[in-house]
T-cell receptor
Framework: GQQLNQSPQSMFIQEGEDVSMNCTSS?????WLWYKQDPGEGPVLLIA?????ELTSNGRLTAQFGITRKDSFLNISASIPSDVGIYFC??????????????FGKGTKLSVKP | EPEVTQTPSHQVTQMGQEVILRCVPI?????FYWYRQILGQKVEFLVS????????KSEIFDDQFSVERPDGSNFTLKIRSTKLEDSAMYFC????????????FGQGTRLTVV
C-alpha cells in the first residue's frame, strides 16, 4: 500500500530550540495534515494544508505543502516541555468529491529536555 | 468545542467474542471513519462511511468487521469474532465533507483481546 516516509523517527532537543520534521511520498496528495498524539489519546489536528506551496502557521507551528504535492514539513519554534509527544503527518486524496482515507506516517517522537 | 466521543474507553474481551465500539461524531459532520493503531505503530485506516454506506475500506476491514449508523447520532464498529491481533486502539473520526477535509478524532477505545 501507499506509504509516507516521516523523519526523523525521534528527536531529543533542548527547550527553546527549533524543531523540524518532514514527510515524503511517492504519491501526490491533495491535502496534508499534521497531528499530535499524546500517550493514550487520539490524534489532535494541528495544521491542515490544501494547496501546493501553501505555508500555514498555528502559533509556534509552521507547516508547508510541498510544490510537488509529495511532501510536507512541520516546524516548531522555541520548543517547550508540553511539545513532547508524537507528531504524525497524514496525506489525503480526494476522489471526485468523495473523501479519501488518511494515510499516516509512522510518527516523529519528540522529547524535550527541560 | 464540539468533539468526537467514543465509548467505552477500554474494552477487554475474550477471543472469539463479538465487540461493538461506539462513537458519536460531531453533529454537523457527514463523513465518518474508523482507524486503528496497534501499540507503538502508526494509525491505519479501516473504513469510511458517507450517506449511510461504506465509501472506502482498507484490506484490514475484512468480513469480520462491519459498521453501522443505527440512528442519527451513533456510529458503530462491530468485530464479529475477535482475534488476538485485533488488540489495538480504535479511533473514530469525522469530517464535514467536501472542501473541508479536516478529520477530527475521538479519544479512542483500547481493545484488548485475551
Amino acid at each position: 500500500g501507499q506509504q509516507l516516509n516521516q523523519s526523523p523517527q525521534s528527536m531529543f532537543i533542548q527547550e527553546g530550540e527549533d524543531v523540524s520534521m518532514n514527510c515524503t511520498s511517492s504519491s501526490i496528495f491533495n491535502t496534508w495534515l499534521w497531528y499530535k498524539q499524546d500517550p493514550g489519546e487520539g490524534p489532535v489536528l494541528l495544521i491542515a494544508l490544501y494547496k501546493a506551496g501553501e505555508l500555514t502557521s498555528n502559533g509556534r507551528l509552521t507547516a508547508q505543502f510541498g510544490i510537488t504535492r509529495k511532501d510536507s514539513f512541520l516546524n516548531i519554534s522555541a520548543s517547550i516541555p508540553s511539545d513532547v509527544g508524537i507528531y504524525f503527518c497524514a496525506g489525503q486524496k480526494d476522489y471526485g468529491g468523495s473523501q479519501g482515507n488518511l494515510i499516516f506516517g509512522k510518527g516523529t517522537k519528540l522529547s524535550v529536555k527541560p | 468545542e464540539p468533539e468526537v466521543t467514543q465509548t467505552p474507553s477500554h474494552q477487554v474481551t475474550q477471543m472469539g467474542q463479538e465487540v461493538i465500539l461506539r462513537c458519536v461524531p460531531i453533529s454537523n459532520h457527514l463523513y465518518f471513519y474508523w482507524y486503528r493503531q496497534i501499540l507503538g505503530q502508526k494509525v491505519e485506516f479501516l473504513v469510511s462511511f458517507y450517506n449511510n454506506e461504506i465509501s472506502e475500506k482498507s484490506e484490514i476491514f475484512d468480513d469480520q468487521f462491519s459498521v453501522e449508523r443505527p440512528d442519527g447520532s451513533n456510529f458503530t464498529l462491530k468485530i464479529r469474532s475477535t482475534k488476538l491481533e485485533d488488540s489495538a486502539m480504535y479511533f473514530c473520526a469525522s469530517s464535514v465533507g467536501q472542501g473541508e477535509t479536516e478529520a477530527f478524532f475521538g479519544q479512542g477505545t483500547r481493545l484488548t483481546v485475551v
